[in-house]
Structure formats: structure tokens, C-alpha cells
């Protein structure tokens, strides 16, 4: 199993990213997605998910402004980060729980860096 999350980079506050998430080895359309993020000395946190149905659940600080997605076909998963501010500064992290191996398994990161 592998994740390629990609799309990260500088931004000043305002301005928009998408993230993109490639995996590899599972099935892509039967497991729920997720993105996470880790600033620099804090715990890696919950971002978004996404589920079957398109069921899409949201931490608190990026309601209203994040987006998850998903394109089965393309076995990859996206996140639209719109109104950008500096605390969203952070390494992002796909990640997929397989239940089967009762293991989460994280893709590699992408920094996404917000300056104000």
C-alpha cells in the first residue's frame, strides 16, 4: 500500500491550495480517505475524511473553507484548502485505516506553508 500526496507549497493568507493523494495497493473506493496535519512540535491532527456515499466530515478550524474529494477512477483523494491562513501551516498527511490489517498507513507529507 502506498500514498503520494503532492500539491503543497508557499501561499500568502487568502489564497487557495489543492492537495492530491495517489494510493496504490488497496481498494480505493471501499476505504474511507483521510487528510491530517502536523505543525512543527504539535500532534499530528484530524483534518477531513471522506467516506462511501461521499460522507465528508471536517475538524472544526477548517469547516467552511476545506473541501474533500475523491476520484475512484484515479484512485486519488484531494483536498481544497480555500481562505488559507497563517495557523494553517503544516505538513499534510493522507492516511487510510485498513481495517483488514488493523493498521494505518500514512503517505509521505506535503508541506503547506501560509505566510500573513
Known amino acids: 500500500v502506498q500514498l503520494q500526496a503532492s500539491g503543497g507549497g508557499l501561499v500568502q493568507a487568502g489564497e487557495s491550495l489543492r492537495l492530491s493523494c495517489v494510493a496504490s495497493?488497496?481498494?480505493?473506493?471501499?476505504?474511507?480517505m483521510d487528510w491530517y496535519r502536523q505543525s512543527p512540535g504539535k500532534q499530528r491532527l484530524f483534518v477531513a475524511t471522506?467516506?462511501?456515499?461521499?460522507?465528508?466530515e471536517y475538524s472544526d478550524s477548517v469547516q467552511g473553507r476545506f473541501t474533500i474529494s475523491k476520484d475512484n477512477a484515479k484512485n486519488t483523494v484531494y483536498l481544497q484548502m480555500n481562505s488559507l491562513k497563517p495557523e494553517d501551516t503544516a505538513v499534510y498527511y493522507c492516511?487510510?485505516?485498513?481495517?483488514?490489517?488493523?493498521?494505518?498507513?500514512w503517505g509521505q507529507g506535503t508541506q503547506v506553508t501560509v505566510s500573513s
Open positions: 492516511s487510510v485505516f485498513l481495517a483488514s490489517l488493523r493498521r494505518r498507513i
Open positions: 495497493g488497496i481498494i480505493f473506493s471501499a476505504n474511507p
Open positions: 471522506i467516506r462511501n456515499g461521499d460522507i465528508t
